[in-house]
């Protein structure tokens, strides 16, 4: 299942070095969160999800730099133990493996929420160069 975890730079930054972490919310394809979206597809309920998490990213946000930080993960069935609203609970650590890639968020001129899309292996400089503009 696609999953998106809102993360501040600094929380990507330690979850990339332990590979592991307790994630706090994991937004998700429910059965509910389907359910009251049926008249979107699959790529629309994914974008729905993720400007869900992208607007906690942003509130997530304290002083520097203005980007948001969420992850894009793929949890097998079996790391469920409960689906929620709009997201799920693990029966354990979220394991770094499971990380599809990296979204970035901003405010545009409109306030709306643009979504930068970057791939696992440019994870670890766009987050180094994050981390140091909020510190």
């Known amino acids: 299942m696609r999953a998106y975890l809102p993360l ?73 133990a409960e689906e929620c609203e709009d997201s799920i609970v693990l029966n354990g650590d979220l394991l770094w493996e499971r990380v599809e890639c990296l979204f970035t968020s901003i405010f545009d001129d409109e306030g709306d929420i643009e979504l930068t899309w970057f791939a696992t292996q440019e994870i670890e400089d766009q987050i180094a160069s994050l981390v140091k503009d909020q510190s």
């Open 8 to 80: 501040a730079a600094s929380d990507i930054a330690q979850f990339l070095d332990t590979k592991k972490c307790v994630p706090v919310k994991l937004y998700a394809p429910t059965i509910k969160f389907l359910t009251a979206n049926v008249d979107h597809d699959e790529e629309e309920i994914e974008y729905l999800l993720s400007l869900m998490a992208a607007g906690d990213a942003m509130e997530m946000i304290t002083n520097g730099s203005p980007i948001g930080t969420l992850l894009a993960l793929e949890i097998p069935d079996s790391e469920i």
